[in-house]
């Protein structure tokens, strides 16, 4: 079973970047879609962006497009999301997870979860 590990979260002021990663435990099984969800406090889990296994087929949530990209080295079995000019209202808990039916923007979709890692943006 693939087990996800995020990490690369913490606190920063708005405007600034972060750069998230979710390592595999082990290799990941060849045609899996990634995924970023991400969920604040008395709020639904909300889609973030998704990548195809080659890389080719890339989505974004309307809210982040044009600021956050997701991309995938599958040598290091490893995804990532680098985020730009972040905005308050981008904290919450960001979760990694993978689809072994590809993209999607539905949570129910996903197979395997990461625990979760807090990114909080200060006004």
């Known amino acids: 079973q693939v087990q996800l590990v995020e990490s690369g979260g913490g606190l920063v002021q708005a405007g600034g970047s972060l750069r998230l990663s979710c390592a595999a435990s082990?290799?990941?099984?060849?045609?899996?879609?990634m995924a970023w969800f991400r969920q604040a406090p008395g709020k639904e889990r909300e889609f973030v962006a998704t990548?195809?296994?080659?890389?080719?087929?890339?989505y974004y949530a309307d809210s982040v497009k044009g600021r956050f990209t997701i991309s995938r080295d599958n040598a290091k079995n490893t995804v990532y999301l680098q985020m730009n000019s972040l905005k308050p209202e981008d904290t919450a808990v960001y979760y990694c997870?993978?689809?072994?039916?590809?993209?999607?923007?539905?949570?129910?979709?996903?197979?395997?979860w990461g625990q979760g890692i807090q990114v909080t943006v200060s006004s």
């Open positions: 990548i195809s296994w080659s890389g080719g087929n890339l």
């Open positions: 997870a993978a689809a072994r039916r590809g993209v999607s923007r539905r949570s129910s979709e996903y197979d395997y």
């Open positions: 082990q290799r990941t099984f060849g045609g899996y879609g």
